[in-house]
């Protein structure tokens, strides 16, 4: 037996890596149904070796649907979740729309898979920020170990992060460089990505900070404990797909680099590759279609008594949405929603 899964927001990029990634992991499904918007009815996804026409969101009846995953922004995903979740249909949505809602679960699998329990509430499930979900992963086990006190944090994100129109830009604007004759001026971003960085991702906020960095601030409390600092500084990187993190940790009681090694290795969902010589670490480009949060450079911070620092890459498609969507259907089904 399987369950009756929809996919809203199939023709974007982390639509259609949904669809893989459910046929990937082979998740129990009985029925599939591809959503869009009303100008992309009929589009063509693939979902392995069946392709599937999308069909209107609008009109989408989610009545004897076990699960909805959503990617589509929060002004959509406010119309539809509700509808979806009072149908019985359980949404796990990738927007940062009920992320901050208390009565909303906000889960990482290898985190707080417990946190899924909480579905019932509202019959919806927050899946957190790509830049922050790759820290937790790495941060927990740790946290487990020595407690935490605060955390300082320098992303590196790629344009995927910024959807189609990034990625498109970066290409254009990357051509344009070697074609000044078709200067290709800013539109997704605030400056020229190709070729430089831009340490400004989402809104401006009151102090000073941006919407992302309040982002992984909020959700690493909301995940992982109340309790940890969280200072973050958070650039856009002419990277096409792959988000790198540069992370300082303080600890409570102190923690050897070894140990944390060792704890790292055998933590779920984490690949540490981590040699002190010339390519013994993961760059963005070599994790892109993996499953696994990378982890390189791991190294006592002297400046503080109880400190290290690491590098953390993961493909921001996958494990920072697609992928721990699918992960929270996963948890969901083997908790709460059994089916015989």
């Not at 893989?20 to 959503?35: C, G, M």
């Not at 869009?36 to 063509?44: C, D, F, Q, Y």
């Not at 899924?116 to 920020?129: D, G, L, M, R, T």
């Not at 909301?222 to 096409?240: E, G, H, L, Q």
Request: hydrophobic share 40%; net charge negative; with cysteine.
């Amino acid at each position: 037996m399987g369950y009756n899964v929809v996919v809203v927001g199939a023709t974007g990029n982390v639509g259609r890596e949904m669809l893989n990634i459910l046929d990937e992991r082979k998740f129990p499904i009985t029925k599939i149904a591809a959503l869009a918007s009303r100008r992309s009815i009929g589009t063509e996804v693939s979902f392995g070796d069946e392709t599937l026409k999308t069909q209107d969101l609008d009109t989408f009846d989610f009545a004897g649907w076990d699960m909805a995953l959503f990617a589509v922004g929060s002004d959509a995903t406010k119309i539809y979740a509700p509808r979806a979740a009072a149908a019985g249909c359980v949404v796990i949505d990738n927007s940062s729309l009920y992320r901050y809602d208390p009565d909303i679960p906000l889960v990482v699998p290898e985190v707080n898979p417990e946190a899924v329990e909480q579905y019932s509430n509202k019959n919806i499930i927050a899946n957190p920020n790509c830049s922050t979900a790759q820290m937790v992963v790495a941060l927990k086990p740790l946290h487990d170990r020595a407690k935490i006190k605060r955390v300082v944090v320098s992303t590196y994100q790629s344009v995927s992060g910024a959807g189609k129109g990034g990625l498109d830009e970066l290409w254009d604007q990357t051509k344009a460089i070697y074609n000044p004759t078709n200067e290709v001026e800013p539109k997704q971003f605030t400056k020229q990505i190709a070729f430089n960085v831009i340490p400004h991702i989402d809104k401006f906020m009151e102090d000073g900070s941006t919407k992302e960095e309040w982002k992984m601030v909020a959700e690493t409390k909301k995940i992982v404990d109340t309790s940890i600092k969280v200072t973050a500084t958070c650039v856009r990187v002419p990277v096409f797909v792959g988000h790198s993190e540069a992370v300082n940790i303080e600890f409570e009681e102190f923690l050897d680099e070894d140990e944390a090694r060792d704890i790292l290795r055998e933590a779920p969902g984490i690949m540490v590759i981590d040699k002190r010589e010339d390519k013994g670490y993961v760059t963005p480009v070599e994790c892109v279609g993996d499953y696994a949060t990378f982890i390189s450079r791991i190294r006592q911070d002297s400046t503080v008594e109880n400190g290290l620092n690491l590098w953390c890459v993961s493909d921001n498609l996958r494990k920072g949405a697609a992928l721990n969507a699918v992960q929270i259907a996963e948890t969901l089904g083997n908790r709460c929603l059994k089916k015989d």
